[in-house]
């Protein structure tokens, strides 16, 4: 996944979207690699897509970035995420939406994931409902080339059918666990972008 940051509002909307989404999939994926946090901790804090909404946000997140060591980020995600056996937060789509991994919910993902012609990379340890891998299709949806696929209708269409269910829950257990700081954070910032996802699409419906 490439380092983009969002940089300011005068981005292209569709741009900074497909940017935040990269951005998510990549702090969502593992713990930030040095170069990613350094390259958020000296971003502009204006608003990184159209509106005010996600300014203060996203101010926030690059404060908490500032704030911490990458060490300090490191550990945290580790202790939220990973570990061995159970994590203390799951970042799967079918625990959220059925209660146990590997599920009906991500057995439609994958039917999904066929429709629009994408397969899961071998390389990527993790199974698709991970929230990495449906930010990383969102950011493919909106930046991809193939208008067939990359187009405002597959992405309200997956969206509210494979992100849209879940995300507001994964945000709230994330920013309820009392060792969360970094990720509390851009568990807010999440929950503001996608709340200003659902306005979007909810205004192509009407």
């Not at 996600?54 to 704030?67: K, N």
């Not at 991809?144 to 059918?161: H, P, Y």
């Not at 994330?174 to 970094?182: Q, V």
């Amino acid at each position: 996944m490439k380092e983009q940051i969002p940089v300011s509002s005068a981005l292209d909307e569709e741009t900074a979207r497909a940017e935040i989404y990269g951005l998510l999939a990549q702090l969502f994926y593992a713990a930030p690699p040095p170069e990613l946090l350094a390259a958020l901790r000296v971003a502009v804090t204006d608003a990184p897509a159209q509106g005010a909404f996600l300014e203060e946000p996203w101010r926030e997140l690059v404060g908490v970035a500032r704030s911490m060591s990458d060490a300090a980020v490191r550990e945290e995600y580790e202790a939220l995420f990973g570990g061995v056996g159970k994590p203390e937060i799951y970042l799967f789509g079918s625990h959220y939406l059925s209660g146990f991994l590997n599920e009906k919910p991500l057995a439609r993902l994958r039917d999904t994931l066929a429709e629009l012609g994408l397969a899961r990379d071998e390389a990527m340890g993790e199974t698709e409902d991970h929230i990495a891998y449906l930010c990383e299709v969102m950011r493919y949806l909106i930046a991809g080339d193939d208008v067939a696929v990359a187009n405002l209708t597959k992405q309200s269409e997956f969206f509210a059918t494979h992100l849209q269910p879940w995300g507001m829950q994964l945000c709230d257990a994330i920013s309820a666990h009392p060792k969360a700081r970094f990720y509390g954070v851009l568990a807010d910032f999440t929950r503001a972008f996608l709340n200003v996802e659902v306005q979007g699409f909810d205004m192509l419906d009407t």
